[in-house]
């Protein structure tokens, strides 16, 4: 079998979120960290997806990074390509959703994708254009507050607008109710219209589904990882795909542990329910930017708790906490401190023995990944959707559970451990 579909996340948890709903659907999938280099087997694979930390950096970078995945995907032999991004749109202005899908359909002289960002067995749905987060518009939600991306606007077609210079138009429910043959018209009518970029409604599996089915023959899809979950139905039904074993769970030894960096109010309340039964150690980002020795106290403090049972270590603060810190030190570089700060934490857990490491946050779990040499993770079975347990595949045997900030439900850190007990 030849790599079927070539994926870019723009991020860590966003790439085994992609990964999950993959395997889920039957695909044999494995998730990069970073374009690899030299020689690799991929002739049991059917997706491949490669992780960047491009969501936060400048434009111009993430384009760069995205374009150097996308020729590797390439050369892989892929059919199709998927730019993954968070089911929020995270994004500002100057991008990078926008930039990114430029770029890309310009290197594969293609002249229109989709935006479709829809996850809504987690809540967020795309209706009339606009984002909703549960019962709230993406503005009105917590992630109006985010700390690097906040999310003021609603309505996607504006908000790619800003992005890219090109039309931005719109599918509407009505037409995705109608079916795959209603969409493929709609895509066409655009196109044909001038537009470039495509907002679609989605309020529900069934529609994902159906737009999957309207995207065979695009060659970039963009959005969350709901609407790729009606790709490898195309596959299948082209003969290109077989039957997969379904994932098996991470065999590790070593303590477990968490780190949370992520400030999105789930977090915030998988934090307050872990402190409430667990030791907890609170990184001080003031102490960080004092140049106190903050990675040796937490190390330190984490060796008396080292064992059977999981303990956390954590930087999430609520948005006021934050939006002071940023202010003292700027945004970026209180970022990179605690980012910093927590790559080392989680390379001194797995000297001390930790080897089942739960992470959240995008940003955070980049972080950690990178500073353990961790390259590729085999994508093991789903713990909530849109986090399933991995594998490391390089350097030491690490089970790693890379959770997006505003996934899964409150005790998730408690129940995604008891599944390797």
């Not at 984002?131 to 996607?156: C, I, K, Q, Y």
């Not at 030791?279 to 984490?302: H, T």
């Amino acid at each position: 079998m030849t790599l079927l579909l070539g994926c870019i996340a723009d991020d860590s948890t966003g790439a085994t979120d992609l990964a999950n709903t993959l395997v889920n659907q039957g695909m044999r999938a494995v998730q990069f960290i970073g374009v690899p280099e030299g020689e690799i087997d991929l002739s049991e694979i059917d997706a491949v997806i490669v992780a960047l930390k491009s969501r936060t950096n400048p434009a111009d970078e993430a384009i760069t990074d995205s374009i150097k995945a996308w020729s590797w995907l390439k050369a892989q032999g892929a059919k199709q390509f998927f730019f993954k991004y968070c089911s929020t749109f995270d994004s500002t202005d100057k991008g990078n959703i926008g930039p990114v899908a430029d770029a890309l359909l310009d290197a594969m002289e293609s002249d229109f994708t989709i935006a479709c960002p829809a996850f809504p067995t987690n809540g967020r749905t795309i209706f009339r254009g606009h984002l909703f987060v549960g019962d709230e518009l993406l503005s009105d939600s917590g992630m109006r507050n985010h700390p690097l991306n906040p999310m003021t606007d609603a309505n996607l077609v504006r908000v790619l607008g800003r992005q890219t210079p090109h039309k931005v138009g719109l599918v509407q429910r009505e037409i995705i109710a109608a079916g795959s043959d209603a969409v493929r018209k709609a895509f066409d009518e655009l196109k044909a219209s001038g537009h470039r970029h495509a907002i679609v409604d989605a309020v529900d599996d069934s529609d994902l589904m159906t737009i999957g089915t309207a995207c065979a023959d695009l060659a970039l899809i963009t959005g969350g990882s709901g609407v790729a979950l009606g790709l490898p139905e195309n596959f299948r039904q082209s003969g290109h795909l077989a039957a997969a074993k379904p994932p098996a769970l991470p065999r590790v030894d070593g303590s477990p542990a968490v780190l949370a960096g992520s400030c999105s109010v789930r977090t915030l309340e998988q934090v307050a329910e872990m402190k409430a039964t667990r030791p907890a150690f609170n990184i001080n980002p003031n102490a960080l930017a004092a140049g106190e020795d903050v990675v040796s106290e937490v190390l330190a403090w984490a060796e008396s708790h080292i064992g059977d049972k999981p303990f956390l270590i954590y930087s999430s603060a609520d948005p006021a906490e934050v939006k002071a810190v940023q202010a003292e030190f700027g945004r970026e570089d209180a970022g990179a401190l605690i980012e910093d700060a927590m790559g080392k934490i989680a390379v001194g857990l797995v000297a001390l023995g930790v080897g089942k490491l739960v992470v959240a946050g995008g940003e955070t779990s980049g972080a950690v990944v990178n500073a353990l040499g961790v390259r590729a993770l085999r994508i093991g079975p789903e713990i909530e959707p849109g986090v399933p347990w991995t594998e490391s595949m390089s350097g030491q045997a690490l089970a790693l559970a890379l959770k997006s900030g505003n996934f899964g439900g409150v005790t998730f850190f408690a129940d995604a451990l008891d599944m390797l007990t």
